[in-house]
């Protein structure tokens, strides 16, 4: 074959784009298999406590009711590692939102009409849901999200911050955030001569068949999951979640295949959530603008029944030049629930608040904040002291300052207005990890002169398949078109989920690796390819985890500018600009995709995305699209997201870093820096809604 590669990186059309926008494809929900039947989730009436006595017998007379599954009756689940999906075992009711029985009908509109006659008593027990900096139940975990230690020391930050020329000792405040992915999770099971068959809403089906098989007692071979379309996720169906077990319980209960679909009301007690977070921040510095001394200081909340400990502290260990540093997380447990990932867990809220501190120091010195940022550029990773496979935040911030004409901006703050609009604009930067999991991978050439890819990866709107179609392409030789790729069944190669930033260079190792024997393997081979074709499979596992002598993080500039309205209090975001520097792209028009949503999403997280515990009641108070705004068209400007071509050696044979979560993490304080300029008043709590800036403002 003589075949210049030219598919990775060029801006191929998502393969699915079609099927999707035409209604072909298929969602877990949408799997109408013969005899499925529906099944609605009861919630407890209480923040607390355990349920006392349960009747189903209303439920039970209602039309097209089946069944009533509650803890007296549901199927006994083995002991798994994950507590929350240890649903209807006992009597316990460990906060809002947790399933105390489900009901399954013939149809949806039964179920539901079932669920409101379940009657329960219950013995309600004092709640907590309120996190504050001071709660005698804080403590300092061993390990944060991630493996992350909860505490960091590097020489002697307090001493050296209470000597420092310029100092700013600052705190903020992130609410509870929730993921509302486009479609809401939800699974239809069904068991065929002992075999469990689910179609799921997952981030990945290896990891959602070994824990169904683990719970209900099965050999692996015995369970599959598919998840071929999946509507979104944003961390929040990276693990398996309750609805799959209870549809599996269901299903198992009555025979019948069960779908169990989530109302947006229920995610954020059974999906997870961003967990609120306390910052104090203080930064210490000579009079030229370097770090002297670096300290940030987090108080978060978990559930009471598993911990999760959102690291937003760890982006500080990386990202700035400091002799002096100090990194901590305190966790709180409340009868709230569980918290776990969303886009960027960690970095968008901790980003957020050193990026605002920065943007402070850069006031109290009277310095450039471009330039304060680049003066405290590190030679080596401050943490761990590896040397960076690649580090380009100042030719972002460089390129950023250029494509925004920063260099005209005046400095100082509440000076641009038209009418009673005030004008301002901010800049800030990003950084992600980059994370790489082992994968199998299949390649096989057809006598046709076609090719295909097969391993288990999952396209949660990414344009997965695209873009392992184009690494294929390329490490094959061959024009795009005569890829075609399989993915989302956990029958086919084992691989990671899509997390992390992870999901494209775990894969594409795999499969890249698997194209290049098979490659290989067709310069041997002479004649016609026998009818099953040629296969080659790869494994990646002793490679892609392999500890690497380099520290390996993507970076970013965001660079905003927004308008404030003095009457109203409305904060409007004009333009909205980020470069990247991300190894390789390996698909132009979906990285793009992928930078501008998260900037976009950044946007909701600076002013209009919300969540409150509401004390007395004990829930979320604003927990579907209702109450809990997401951005709409006419909230979002120009998004601009232009990137730095990076050669990094020392990734994957792609050369790739993540570009799914860096869009979001320097974006809120890109925006909050920019209403500072605008109005010269410093916000230190998101969102920034009206009421909070004209409170600023009066």
């Given at each position: 074959?003589?075949?210049t ?39 407890p ?72 006659a ?6 309600a027990q ?10 005698p ?25 209470a ?25 239809t099971?069904?068991?065929d ?11 990945g ?49 009555t ?5 169990v ?8 007690a059974l ?44 982006p ?119 994370l ?7 390649a ?5 002169g076609?090719f ?36 989302g ?63 390996r ?18 904060v ?65 400007p ?27 993490v ?7 820096n ?25």
């Amino acid at each position: 074959m003589t075949y210049t590669p030219t598919a990775l990186g060029a801006p191929a059309e998502r393969r699915e784009g079609r099927d999707k926008v035409t209604g072909r494809a298929r969602y877990a929900a949408e799997h109408t298999v013969p005899g499925r039947v529906h099944a609605w989730i009861v919630p407890p009436a209480i923040a607390r406590g355990s349920v006392r006595a349960i009747d189903t017998n209303g439920a039970l007379r209602s039309p097209g009711v089946l069944a009533v599954l509650t803890h007296e009756n549901a199927p006994k689940l083995a002991d798994g590692d994950d507590p929350t999906l240890a649903v209807l075992q006992n009597s316990r009711v460990p906060h809002r939102g947790w399933p105390i029985a489900v009901v399954v009908a013939e149809t949806l509109e039964a179920a539901r009409a079932g669920a409101v006659a379940v009657r329960v008593e219950y013995d309600a027990q004092d709640h907590d849901v309120t996190l504050t900096d001071s709660h005698p139940g804080a403590y300092i975990p061993e390990k944060a999200n991630g493996g992350f230690p909860g505490l960091r020391e590097r020489g002697d930050p307090e001493g050296a911050f209470a000597s420092a020329a310029v100092s700013v000792d600052t705190a903020y405040q992130v609410p509870p955030l929730h993921n509302h992915p486009m479609e809401p999770h939800a699974a239809t099971a069904r068991w065929d001569d002992g075999r469990l068959v689910v179609h799921d809403s997952s981030q990945g089906t290896t990891v959602v068949r070994a824990t169904l098989a683990a719970l209900f007692r099965l050999p692996e071979d015995r369970v599959v999951v598919g998840s071929e379309h999946v509507g979104g996720g944003f961390g929040s169906k990276g693990t398996p979640r309750p609805h799959v077990v209870l549809a599996a319980m269901a299903a198992r209960q009555t025979g019948r295949p069960v779908t169990v679909a989530l109302p947006r009301r229920l995610m954020p007690a059974l999906v997870g959530h961003r967990a609120p977070t306390l910052h104090r921040v203080r930064l210490g510095a000579d009079e030229h603008g370097s770090l002297t001394s670096l300290l940030h200081e987090v108080t978060t909340h978990t559930s009471r029944i598993k911990e999760f400990v959102e690291q937003a502290a760890v982006p500080a260990r990386v990202m700035y030049a400091s002799l002096n540093s100090g990194t901590s997380h305190r966790v709180v447990p409340l009868d709230v629930p569980s918290p776990s990932w969303m886009r960027a867990p960690g970095e968008a809220p901790g980003m957020y608040a050193l990026e605002s501190a920065m943007d402070e120091l850069a006031t109290a010195l009277g310095m450039d904040p471009v330039e304060l940022r680049i003066a405290n550029e590190p030679d080596t990773e401050p943490d761990s002291g590896k040397p960076f496979s690649s580090r380009h935040l100042v030719e972002c911030l460089r390129e950023g300052a250029r494509l925004f004409d920063w260099a005209h901006r005046d400095p100082r703050p509440g000076l641009r207005s038209a009418g009673p609009l005030l004008v301002g604009s901010g800049v800030a930067a990003a950084v992600y990890p980059v994370l790489i999991q082992p994968s199998t991978a299949t390649a096989q050439a057809l006598p046709d002169g076609s090719f295909t890819v097969r391993v288990n990866a999952t396209d949660i709107g990414t344009g997965a398949r695209t873009v392992l179609a184009q690494i294929a392409a390329d490490a094959l030789g061959v024009p795009l078109e005569r890829v075609r790729t399989e993915i989302g069944n956990s029958d086919l190669p084992s691989a990671p989920l899509a997390g992390g930033s992870s999901g494209t260079a775990s894969w594409g190792w795999a499969v890249h690796e698997a194209c290049t024997r098979l490659r290989a393997g067709l310069a041997e081979h002479t004649g016609q390819l026998p009818e099953p074709g040629l296969t080659a499979s790869a494994d990646t596992e002793g490679s892609a985890d392999a500890d690497s002598g380099y520290a390996r993080h993507a970076f970013g500039a965001h660079f905003a500018e927004v308008s404030v309205d003095t009457v109203t209090g409305e904060v409007r975001v004009r333009r909205l600009l980020g470069v990247y520097a991300a190894g390789h792209i390996l698909n132009a028009r979906t990285a793009r995709s992928q930078f501008i949503g998260g900037m976009t999403m950044g946007l909701g997280m600076a002013l209009t995305e919300n969540s409150t515990m509401d004390a007395a009641f004990g829930d979320f108070t604003e927990a579907d699209l209702a109450a809990y705004h997401v951005p709409v068209h006419a909230d979002v400007p120009a998004v601009e997201a232009h990137w730095i071509d990076e050669d990094d050696p020392h990734l994957n044979p792609m050369g790739s870093k993540g570009v799914g979560e860096i869009g979001i993490v320097g974006t809120a304080a890109a925006v909050g820096n920019a209403v500072h300029h605008a109005t010269g008043v410093r916000y230190r709590e998101l969102p920034l809604t009206p009421d909070r800036v004209l409170a600023g403002l009066s």
